[in-house]
């Protein structure tokens, strides 16, 4: 496939208007709504039998609704699709939309009976079910945690298999990424003028939840120093020039003090985003970059962690503003590769954490070094930008695969992909 703006623009169009494999709407008795959407199953039953189903988080929120679970679904579908040549499993998104007499605030998780009606009525669907379906269950998400997966299962059955991220290894990816792009940008530097060259790298986080935290944790393993770190359970930034300490920043959010450490330095929630800092990891909510702050951005490398962070005229914008962004699809699919080894049969319980997290560094460090590669193949920030890019080589994988299957593609569709 030829990787042009008019070939990519196309392509994206066209898989965004297909329907979906599956859609559920479910307006349950309580006033709950359950929903799952199964985007696309084209990849893994071509290549891989075993994982011929759609796999996603769950959000649990009152405005989640039928058209944002298909839009993430069709997200999870190109996230999935990009660990290894053959991909993991297809991209589905699972929602629960609570009655507004219910508020929602962030943190809620939704109550036992609400998952056990959200399970027996969703159950038939699942892979796992009576029926053999396409839906890979519940995942990570908004609201919707490993806890909340492991009752789903267990209401359901016992000693299930469950497929959840329970080890936080998607934030461990990023990470991850994160050392990838930077060890990419050192070694091709004169390729990166205006990208610093430093031995230690400012890092700000937005957002300590499942995602968060293990991204702090890990990046301070990794030797870097993460500099500030927002949530809303601070209802602040926390800002420490000489690397904040892991183990009290997390102390601090579990007891949900006020009292931070007197060498943190608290400003205002939303002072994440502007601070004058090397890199800025996105890992809270979606839409807090946009057109309206794109230009307050100081940040030279943005690895989104939460989905849609950056809007896609933000996306442009830092693109001719010569910020690296790599996407959320290419930088958290971890979360997939750990739910693959929980269902590995092969994989013994005890060495789960340890596989997931070298299956997931092994497919970053390759997937990282292949989107960059192509990034400067085609121009650098003179040519299409890393989003266009994964979002085309997820695209070529997928109907590449719904060829093969048979499905129905249209001809000008497939010029472009066997072009």
Not at 235 to 252: P, R, W
Not at 350 to 364: A, M, P, W
Request: charged share 25%; hydrophobic share 35%; aromatic share 8%.
């Amino acid at each position: 496939m030829k990787y042009t703006l008019e070939n990519l623009t196309k392509l994206t169009e066209w898989y965004n208007s297909r329907r979906p494999e599956l859609t559920v709407e479910i307006d349950h008795p309580s006033g709950y709504k359950f929903l799952v959407v199964v985007d696309n199953t084209a990849l893994p039953s071509y290549f891989n039998k075993n994982l011929h189903f759609g796999k996603g988080g769950t959000r649990y929120t009152n405005d989640v609704n039928i058209d944002e679970t298909t839009m993430l679904a069709k997200r999870m579908t190109l996230k999935n699709a990009l660990p290894g040549e053959r991909g993991l499993y297809g991209g589905a998104k699972s929602a629960i939309q609570a009655p507004s007499k219910i508020k929602v605030k962030t943190g809620d998780m939704p109550s036992d009976y609400i998952i056990s009606c959200f399970a027996d009525e969703t159950w038939r669907y699942h892979v796992l079910g009576p029926g053999n379906g396409k839906w890979g269950g519940p995942g990570c998400d908004m609201n919707f945690n490993e806890s909340c997966i492991k009752k789903y299962i267990d209401f359901l059955i016992e000693d299930g298999k469950t497929a959840y991220d329970i080890n936080g290894i998607a934030g461990k990816g990023v990470a991850m990424m994160v050392k990838t792009v930077l060890d990419f940008v050192y070694e091709n530097k004169n390729e990166f003028p205006n990208f610093p060259i430093k031995d230690s790298y400012s890092i700000a986080i937005q957002g300590l939840g499942a995602m968060g935290k293990p991204i702090f944790k890990r990046l301070t393993d990794l030797g870097h120093k993460v500099v500030a770190v927002s949530d809303l359970i601070f209802n602040a930034t926390l800002v420490d020039k000489n690397g904040l300490d892991y183990s009290k920043i997390i102390e601090v959010l579990r007891s949900e003090s006020s009292d931070i450490y007197e060498e943190v330095e608290i400003r205002p929630l939303d002072d994440i985003l502007y601070l004058d800092c090397d890199i800025l990891i996105p890992a809270a909510i979606g839409n807090v970059i946009s057109s309206k702050n794109v230009d307050k951005i100081k940040a030279s490398l943005i690895v989104e962690a939460a989905n849609f962070p950056i809007t896609e005229e933000a996306r442009e914008d830092l693109h001719r503003k010569k910020v690296l962004v790599i996407p959320g699809e290419s930088a958290n699919f971890g979360g997939s590769v750990a739910a693959s080894v929980e269902l590995d049969p092969k994989v013994k319980r005890e060495n789960t954490v340890k596989e997931s997290l070298e299956r997931t560094d092994k497919f970053i460090i390759k997937h990282g070094n292949f989107l960059l590669n192509k990034f400067l193949s085609f121009g650098g920030f003179n040519g299409i930008s890393p989003y266009l890019i994964t979002n085309g080589t997820s695209l070529e994988r997928i109907v590449k695969a719904m060829i093969e299957r048979g499905d129905i593609v249209p001809d000008d569709i497939k010029k472009i992909i066997l072009d």
